[in-house]
């Protein structure tokens, strides 16, 4: 049972372009939700979070809009540079019992000269 | 500051070997996780510990155990490995409850492959 789905599983975007990457989610006690980016060798890291009281959250290039009545949130990376290739996961937790992440399957980005 | 550190970083077991993956953390987080990543299927939390001394079963157990008898470690145990734990494995670790205590930190990872 997936509670986080995520689309697309890969994405070619050209530099200065903009990334979208959409992740839907089941469970409506969610009630925070992270964006990891992860390079190859590496562990993921934090990119940038939402939590469900607000509708966008900007850090720089990255964007997360989220629509808690469509239970759906997503990535936008504007301007994309090629240092931006990575893979990127979305993730929800709960807030107590452990705050356990349950992540979407991620989306492989390149970003192309 | 290491933050979140797993060793080995690289290992090939053959099938029903048993071994035990070491992560170590120096920020002094409750919270401590490890989960497995596969192709296509995201990572999945396979135990997790709230505290020095508790361990909880996550979405995908089955093979596996852990223990955290000190609060900066947390082990992973495999029994009698399997092809089908060949994966990705990491760690993670987050503070407990209270402001700032969102974010987790991810070790570098262990690739295991089971022959």
């Known amino acids: 049972q997936q509670q986080v789905k995520q689309s697309p599983q890969s994405l070619i975007v050209q530099k200065g372009g903009i990334s979208i990457i959409n992740c839907a989610y089941e469970?409506?006690?969610?009630?925070?939700f992270p964006w990891y980016q992860q390079f190859p060798g590496k562990g993921p890291a934090l990119l940038i979070a939402?939590?469900?009281?607000?509708s966008e959250k900007k850090e720089g290039r990255f964007t997360i809009s989220f629509n808690k009545s469509a239970k759906q949130f997503s990535l936008h990376i504007m301007d994309s540079q090629p240092g931006d290739s990575a893979t990127y996961f979305c993730?929800?937790?709960?807030?107590?019992?452990?705050?356990?992440?349950?992540f979407g399957t991620g989306t492989q980005l390149k970003v192309e000269l | 500051n290491a933050g979140v550190t797993q060793t080995p970083k690289f290992r090939v077991l053959k099938t029903g070997q048993s071994m035990t993956l070491l992560c170590a953390q120096d920020?002094?987080?409750?919270?401590m996780y490890w989960y497995r990543q596969d192709p296509g299927m995201g990572l999945r939390l396979i135990h997790y510990?709230?505290?020095?001394?508790?361990?909880a079963k996550g979405e995908v157990p089955d093979g596996y155990n852990v223990s955290r008898l000190k609060k900066q470690n947390f082990l992973l145990g495999l029994e009698s490995a399997a092809p089908s734990q060949t994966s990705v494995y990491f760690c993670?670790?987050?503070?407990?409850?209270?402001?700032?205590?969102?974010?987790?930190?991810f070790g570098q990872g262990t690739r295991l492959t089971v022959v």
């Open positions: 993670a670790s987050r503070r407990g409850q209270g402001a700032g205590s969102t974010e987790a930190f």
């Open positions: 469970n409506t006690a969610f009630d925070y």
């Open positions: 939402i939590r469900p009281d607000v």
């Open positions: 993730a929800a937790s709960i807030t107590g019992g452990g705050n356990k992440l349950t």
């Open positions: 920020m002094n987080h409750e919270y």
């Open positions: 510990s709230v505290g020095e001394g508790t361990t």
